[in-house]
């Protein structure tokens, strides 16, 4: 500590090691946190759909509010929507048909209508002809500032009698 | 140019780093203290950063520089003998050839 130097290296040090402590501080504080959002809206609506199958689809109208999984621990939100169901050749598919990344700072209201899947909705085999139920999950998985695995929450909404035919374009 | 920077006193005596160190460490802890509380609050990281990098900045310019209050209790050293190459060179020999008749 006689010269300039060292005292610059151990403030510096000392400095670092006090915000490893505040950022696992931060870390502590939100990790633990219950994070559901609850969906304010839904809305089920049977029209025309022009880019799958010919017949009439259902089109879904949702609106959630994201804000308050936005805590100071969050960096960017990572959303998908994946739908789930079962058929005879597998017990459990899962396909995701559409992401977005929401960084913080940017509007947490979402209002998706008329959202195009971005993926395809491929099953693997025939099981998507006559099936009964098939459930949609929103999920998220929450990006934070201590990059561990924060916590990820998800909302389902069961479509049951969803009939779809993969037979004509 | 060096040198410029090299003439510059910067030193310190131990009652003074003692204190420079409490000091700097005090301003840190606080600042990080109160960083941690107003991010709390407004749910925003980056403010307790900037709140304990202000800290860093005061903590710095407070005990980086060597301030008088950090001088008050300098050593006091031996004064300097007045040398003569003879008489140096010459002592050590004389006590040395005294150590091995023992």
């Given amino acids: 500590m006689n010269t300039v130097l060292s005292r610059a290296n151990s403030l510096f040090a000392f400095s670092l090691s006090v915000m490893a402590a505040l950022t696992f501080g931060c870390f502590i504080t939100t990790a633990f946190k219950d994070r559901r959002v609850p969906v304010s809206k839904v809305m089920l609506k049977n029209v025309d759909d022009f880019t799958g199958p010919r017949e009439r689809s259902d089109l879904g109208f949702i609106t959630f509010d994201l804000s308050p999984i936005f805590d100071w621990n969050v960096k960017q939100l990572f959303l998908y929507l994946s739908a789930e169901y079962a058929t005879k050749s597998n017990a459990l598919n899962q396909v995701v048909l559409w992401d977005k990344i929401v960084l913080r700072g940017e509007n947490p209201k979402l209002n998706l209508r008329d959202m195009k899947s971005k993926y395809f909705f491929f099953d693997d085999g025939n099981g998507l002809r006559a099936n009964k139920n098939i459930t949609l999950t929103l999920s998220w998985n929450v990006v934070g500032i201590l990059p561990l695995v924060v916590g990820s929450g998800q909302v389902s909404l069961p479509f049951p009698d969803m009939y779809e035919t993969t037979k004509s374009y | ?102």
């Avoid at chain 2, 131990?14 to 960083?35: D, H, R, W």
């Fill in chain 2, 1 to 102: 140019m060096l040198s410029i920077f090299k003439s510059i006193p910067t030193h310190m005596d131990y009652k003074g780093q003692k204190l420079a160190e409490q000091i700097f460490q005090g301003i840190i802890l606080f600042s990080a203290v109160i960083g941690f509380i107003y991010g709390l609050i407004i749910q925003q990281f980056g403010w307790t950063v900037y709140i304990v990098l202000g800290g860093f900045t005061v903590a710095c310019v407070l005990t980086l520089p060597p301030w008088p209050m950090y001088r008050k209790t300098p050593l006091s050293w031996q004064p300097a003998l007045p040398e003569t190459s003879g008489e140096t060179s010459q002592k050590p020999q004389e006590s040395l050839k005294k150590k091995k008749h023992k």
